[in-house]
Structures are given as structure tokens and as C-alpha cells.
């Protein structure tokens, strides 16, 4: 990684590239711009490059389709997806296709930097990202992202799908604080609830699967006023 971490962005949108870019590097990073997911691409193979942020709506190759394909060339360059917070389908489909983050437009430029130094924090060059990853382990917790299984010291557990999905999404953001507002609109939106104690419910009833004691946890931690946190150590194959 070079002094300062090197950004792709990826948008074809000038009003945005013109404000971000500089935004950015005042941030402490270096960055280079890509109009679409082809030229970004071609600059992934000529220069080194740390994290990309790309928006999903763009000419010639969009940014779901530049996602798989550097997946499918095993290229394990951390992604933060941007798109329109309404977008549910838009949402799912940036977590299922390997996305280390998503955040919905519109966003304030200091929670990108937020999110693009934790996706930075908990990647190492060259290696499979967490997000990308096909099964995660925490122990004896064992989470199959293929199969959507849940195992626990050999045997399954089920939660149930929203519980599951929020499992998931604390695994492959370990040691990240996670607020319950972003959990809520990152994995269901808005619509799906009017209150945030839903996700409060939901690491309830994960709690109860998976033997996790709130005061003393081995998995998920709550931090007071703020959110959530998984604390154990995860690693992904």
C-alpha cells in the first residue's frame, strides 16, 4: 500500500468526480478517476490501487457488472458500492456480488471516508476480502454463504432470514462499529420497519441461537447509544 491509499473512483457523473476527488485527497488519499466500469477496468491493470468506490448506473459497464468481473478474474481489490438508498434489489444484489461496502446516494462525503478507512483496516492486499469470501468462521460459529447455513460447534442453527442476513453482515464487518440506523438501511430499508428497535430484536433473538452472553460476548457486542459490534475474530475461505 502506498503512503497514501490509493482510490479509484468510478462515476460518470462530473459534478460528483469534480467535488469527491478533492474531497478525498484532502482526506488523505490518493485518487484516480474512471468514467465507467470499462476504463476502470483497464486502470486496475495499470495501476496499483487500494480501494475503488463505484457508482452502480453507468454507460458501457456498469458497476455491478465491473464487480463480477473482477471477482470472476480473482481480483480482490476492496469495492464500496454507491446507489440510490430506495433501491432494494440494488442493495441486495451489492452484498451478494462480493461488495466489501455499500452506501446509498445521497451520503456525506465524511462517512465514505469513514467507511473506505474501516474496509482498508480489515483487508490485506491480494488476499480474498471477508466480503467476497464463501464461508466465514468465528470460532466455533461457522456461517456457509453458499448453502445459507448457520453452524455452531458442528451442529445448525437456524435463525430466521432477516437474523441470518444481519449474522452475516456483522461477520464480514468485524470489529467495525455498526449503527443500528446503517444496519437498517443497508440490509432492509426503511420500508421494511419504522424503528430501529428491529434490529435490536433481531441480535436478540441471534443471541439466543447462538448462546451469546450480552455482557461477557463472544460474538456480537452492543455499544451503548451507538449500535452494534462483532468482536470475535473471523477469517473467510
Known amino acids: 500500500m502506498t503512503a497514501d491509499p490509493r482510490v479509484l473512483l468510478v462515476d460518470d457523473e462530473e459534478p460528483i468526480t469534480s467535488t469527491l476527488g478533492p474531497y478525498l485527497e484532502r482526506s488523505g488519499f490518493d485518487v484516480l478517476i474512471a468514467r465507467d466500469g470499462e476504463e476502470a477496468l483497464q486502470m486496475l491493470a495499470s495501476h ?26 480473482e481480483d480482490w481489490t476492496p469495492v464500496i458500492l454507491l446507489t440510490k438508498v430506495d433501491e432494494a434489489f440494488e442493495r441486495s444484489a451489492a452484498l451478494d456480488e462480493g461488495a466489501d461496502d455499500y452506501l446509498g446516494k445521497p451520503f456525506e462525503p465524511a462517512e465514505l471516508v469513514s467507511r473506505l478507512r474501516a474496509v482498508l483496516r480489515r483487508t490485506t492486499p491480494g488476499k480474498r476480502t471477508l466480503a467476497a469470501a464463501t464461508r466465514l468462521t468465528c470460532g ?41 440506523e446503517r444496519l437498517l438501511s443497508t440490509l432492509w430499508g426503511y420500508e421494511f420497519a419504522v424503528s430501529t428497535r428491529a434490529i435490536d430484536h433481531r441480535v436478540a ?5 447462538l448462546g451469546d452472553d450480552a455482557q461477557h460476548p463472544r460474538y456480537i457486542e452492543t455499544v451503548q447509544q451507538s449500535g452494534y459490534r462483532f468482536v470475535g475474530e473471523v477469517t473467510g475461505a
Do not use: K, N, Q
Request: proline share 7%.
Open 140 to 180: 466455533e460459529l461457522e456461517f456457509d454463504r453458499t448453502a445459507r447455513r448457520v453452524r455452531l460447534a458442528g451442529a445448525e442453527v437456524v435463525p430466521t432470514p432477516r437474523a441470518t442476513l444481519l449474522l452475516e453482515y456483522l461477520m464480514s464487518h468485524p470489529d467495525e462499529l455498526l449503527t443500528r
Open 205 to 209: 433473538e441471534l443471541r439466543r441461537v
Open 48 to 73: 496499483p490501487i487500494d480501494i475503488v468506490v463505484s457508482d452502480v448506473l453507468m454507460p458501457r459497464r456498469d458497476g455491478r457488472s465491473f464487480l463480477r468481473e473482477l471477482r470472476r478474474r
